[in-house]
Structure formats: C-alpha cells, structure tokens
C-alpha cells in the first residue's frame, strides 16, 4: 500500500509540472467543478480502452506510421484509465489537478 502511494504521489508531482490543467478548472464554483471533474474522470476511466484503436485510426492518414500509432495507444490506455480513476476518487477536492496528457480520451 505504501509503495502504491508513493508512485501516486510521483504520478501527481511529475504530471502537473509537465502537463496542462484538465479542462473542468475553467468553472466556477465548488459544486460545478466537482461535477464536472466527475464527468472526466469517469469519461477517462470508462473509455481510456478506446484509445487502443482510436490513436492507430487517427494517424493512419497522416505520416505517423501505424506501429507507432499503436505503440501510442497501448501507452496512453493505462494512463488515461489510472488517471480517470484518480479524477473519480478525488473528485469532491476541487483544488486538486491531476492532470492527463493531450486532454484524455476525446469523444468524436
């Protein structure tokens, strides 16, 4: 449990000095920013999977190659996921931001 932690808390202290802040910063009030912090993190962590083939499809068109794409996906997946879960946990603690990298999953 200690070990799981401390890698929580370097997670947290290495992303939010490398990434933007999530997109629910942007509200007002206590009780919108805890809603839609939910709304993220659950978004994330319900759909982080998606990303396993939606980052190969993105940029089967453009020049990235296809085994890169994938490489991508399979690294953004756990990430996306652990850190939709952590949104979800810690959604009532406002002032705090974990942020994602590239802004999480996008719906399209």
């Not at 190969?56 to 879960?85: C, N, V």
């Amino acid at each position: 449990m200690k070990k799981l932690m401390m890698i929580f808390f370097l997670m947290l202290s290495v992303s939010s000095n490398v990434f933007a802040a999530s997109p629910w910063t942007t509200e007002s009030g206590w009780s919108s920013k805890a809603v839609h912090k939910l709304g993220f993190g659950a978004k994330n962590l319900l759909l982080g999977w998606t990303t396993l083939f939606s980052e190969p499809m993105k940029h089967h068109e453009g020049a990235q190659s296809t085994m890169k794409s994938m490489g991508k996906g399979m690294m953004m997946f756990p990430m996306y996921t652990l850190e939709g879960a952590m949104h979800v946990l810690t959604f009532p603690i406002t002032s705090l931001d974990i942020p994602i990298p590239c802004g999480g999953v996008e719906l399209q």
